[in-house]
Structure formats: C-alpha cells, structure tokens
C-alpha cells in the first residue's frame, strides 16, 4: 500500500516530528515525512530534520501578515507533493487552503473545548488543568481551520489524573496519548477513512 506524504509542521523541539518518524521506522505507521516547516529557526526539530534528512525550511511570520505567512507554507507543501499537513507543535496561526483544507490536523494537549484556544499550547494547558485540579486530561485531534484548535474533532484520548500528578507528569501521560492518537488519525487519512459534514468530522468503517 502506497504511504501517505506528511508535511510536518512546527515550532520548538520536534517531538511530535520524532514520534512520527520513529513509527514509520518501524513499520507502525504507513507514511513519509516529505516536508517539515518551522516558524522558529532555533526550533530544535530543525536540527533533527537535517540529521534523519528531511527536507525543511524556515518561514517566518513577518509583520503579523499570517496570508502571506500561509501562502508561502502551502508553496512548500505542493511544492514536496504533501498529502496531509500535520501541526505538531505549530505555535503560529496558520490558514490551510485547497487542496489542504480538509487535510491539515493538529494535535492539542487537552480534551477540548477544555483548555483550548489562544495561549493554551505546551505546558501552559498543563499548568491549566494542574491548577483546575481536572481528574482527566487527554489530547484531541482535530482538523485546522481558521479558529484556533475549533475544528471538527477527530479523535480524543483521555487519561485519569491522580493526586500526586503535577504539570510535568501530566505532561508525560498526555504525549504518551499523543503519540498513538496522532499516528491513527494519519492511517484514517490514508486509508481514505475522513469525511466532513456540517461541522463533524466522520469515520468509516476499515475495509
């Protein structure tokens, strides 16, 4: 079966990048990383990139125009024949457009719409639901539109917190959610899987 073409963006360390990358490696995950684009050039997902030899680039938002920022994104994705667009990480506002508009997904460290929206990204969610005193957490994927972490949800994963757990465990239990929700969701875009219809997003049964 043919693997799907990922385009993989972000904005710091490439954890989500890593966690993909090692999937495909071991044969867990149909799929190659064609591009990876990062808002920050000391990102250190950069670093990774260019060891496992990915091909990258830097695109910075200048002057608040996140149209132009987002044209110059979806350049690099056709340009690398991108079959799906993944934010993982991605810490500036990005605007899919055709043929992406309904193949770019984000992974968010909570359960939305719990914790979600401007400024919750990374250990700021974390230190959210610390400071709620939550007994679950979980991360959501959805599909990217407009409206930061607003699109139609494609799966959630849940874990129960405990009493002893603070931000930085809370942390280590949701990526470890991540890191099998994100690699589903990528196998339901390859498989042809997705559709989406007023507002929900619909997932057929496997053949």
Not at 154 to 170: G, K, N, Y
Request: aromatic content about 8%; charged content about 20%; proline content about 5%.
């Amino acid at each position: 079966m043919k693997p799907i073409r990922l385009g993989i963006l972000i904005s710091g360390s490439g954890t989500t990048f890593l966690n993909l990358h090692n999937r495909i490696l071991t044969g867990e995950l149909n799929a190659e990383i064609v591009c990876l684009v990062s808002s920050n050039p000391n990102a250190g997902g950069l670093e990774h990139a260019a060891r496992l030899g990915v091909p990258h680039w830097v695109v910075s938002l200048q002057n608040g125009d996140v149209q132009a920022f987002s044209t110059e994104i979806h350049r690099l994705l056709v340009q690398t024949g991108v079959d799906l667009v993944v934010l993982g990480g991605f810490l500036k506002p990005f605007l899919p457009q055709e043929p992406y508009l309904e193949r770019c997904i984000n992974i968010h460290p909570s359960l939305i719409p719990a914790f979600c929206g401007k400024g919750f990204y990374g250990m700021h969610v974390h230190r959210a639901v610390y400071a709620r005193g939550c007994r679950v957490s979980g991360c959501t994927v959805h599909l990217v539109t407009e409206d930061y972490d607003a699109g139609p949800i494609l799966l959630q994963r849940a874990v129960t917190l405990e009493d002893d757990d603070d931000p930085s465990s809370i942390q280590r239990k949701v990526f470890a959610l991540e890191c099998e929700a994100l690699p589903e969701v990528i196998e339901w875009f390859r498989a042809d899987r997705v559709r989406f219809e007023n507002g929900r997003a619909w997932i057929s049964a496997a053949n």
